[in-house]
T-cell receptor
């Protein structure tokens, strides 16, 4: 296992369409995080899972966004009825629930909403 | 609430030292981190420091932590052109909170 894998790497969609991103974490990691990053900004926390349980959701995560991690392994992030303001890089990270809390990031999925 | 602030840009000459500064708000953070992001690449952990430490050195990197002032800095000795990137400071409660990043430009 070489790291956190995300796909697709790039997605261009029209406003109003639904999109889904997938993240495959490092296999022994029990925590999985989603972040969003826009140009010139740091990553903003969206949500995280410990195993299959979604433990925290940011207020940034509107009801058009839903994330799942059904078997405690891979996760999906779905955005319904996309808006131009959703255009961003969506980053996934995984970690072991331990003291240092080091997060390992994937290369991200870039969303462009036209 | 949780907040992390950094200066946005730093320009240094190759071979000089770079110092990137960060302030944070969450005094309960147990670890503080520096991540590096190169163009088109993912975030890479550079180093971290436990909150009960004042300093950590790792080859060309030195991290200084002033817990009283909630101030963190990253010093890169002998800065090289390959160090040009965006550097993010981050604090952790149960998730990482990032600053906006400092863009480091290294010129000959």
């Amino acid at each position: 296992d070489t790291g956190v894998s995300q796909n697709p790497r790039h997605k261009i969609t029209k406003r109003g369409q639904n999109v889904t991103f997938r993240c495959d974490p490092i296999s022994e990691h029990n925590r999985l995080y989603w972040y969003r990053q826009t140009l010139g900004q740091g990553p903003e926390f969206l949500t995280y899972f410990q195993n299959e349980a979604q433990l925290e959701k940011s207020r940034l995560l509107s009801d058009r966004f839903s994330a799942e991690r059904p078997k405690g392994s891979f996760s999906t992030l779905e955005i319904q009825r996309t808006e131009q303001g959703d255009s961003a890089m969506y980053l996934c990270a995984s970690s072991l629930a331990r003291d240092t809390g080091e997060l390992f990031f994937g290369e991200g999925s870039r969303l462009t909403v036209l | 609430g949780e907040d992390v602030e950094q200066s946005l840009f730093l320009s240094v000459r190759e071979g000089d030292s770079s110092v990137i500064n960060c302030t944070y708000t969450d005094s309960s953070s147990t670890y503080l981190y520096w991540y590096k992001q190169e163009p088109g690449a993912g975030l890479q952990l550079l180093t971290y420091i436990f909150s009960n430490m004042d300093m950590k050195q790792d080859q060309r990197l030195t991290v200084l932590l002033n817990k009283k002032d909630k101030h963190l800095s990253l010093r890169i000795a002998d800065t090289q052109t390959g160090d040009s990137a965006i550097y993010f400071c981050a604090e952790i409660s149960n998730k990482l909170i990032f600053g906006a990043g400092t863009r480091l430009a290294v010129h000959p």
